[in-house]
């Protein structure tokens, strides 16, 4: 019987969770090839090495994590306030996070993702600007609320406060819109 084929995007889609579930070290072309029930020679089909399958994880992430969101995101339309939201929500949940997180974690000690961490950030932010840029004439202003809205959506992973009553969620969209409001 012949071994079962993988594509390129299934090896690509689990090395990000070997990189959400163990950092850069999980990358493991082995355990991966394992996770997918096929041989090590298979990865060779689709990847030079390791450093190419690192590659792909880190294009990957851009182009979900950050082109993909746009387009979905302009394509349910609406005025900036709508898309605010609609980014909040796409965004915010805690799928992917994991892999987001991981590979910030990677880039602070590799100064080549370093790089695209900070060229995925600008696109980010240059689109979260635009959007505060059609709801505020004030360019510090725009900074200010784009700034803090991204820090929201990065940064909140990293603290467990409790909220009482009122639970996280829901503190965290009131948030958001305290950053729309005039």
Known sequence: MAAPKRTREE??????????EGGVAGVRVERIARSL???????YWHFTDRNALLAAV???WEAGGTHDIIKKVDAAGGDPRARLRRLWEVTSGEEGMAAELALRDWA????EVAAQVQRVDDTRMA?????FGDLFPEADDIEARAMLLYSL????YFIGARHGRR???RVLTEAVEL???E
């Open 179 to 181: 950053l729309m409001a």
């Open 11 to 20: 090896w690509i889609g689990a090395a990000v969770q070997a990189l959400a």
């Open 37 to 43: 029930g096929v041989t090590k020679g298979s990865f």
């Open 167 to 169: 639970g996280r969620r």
């Open 127 to 131: 689109y979260v600007r635009a959007l």
């Open 108 to 111: 602070r000690r590799d100064t």
């Open 58 to 60: 880190v294009q990957a």
């Open 153 to 156: 959506l990065i940064g909140n």
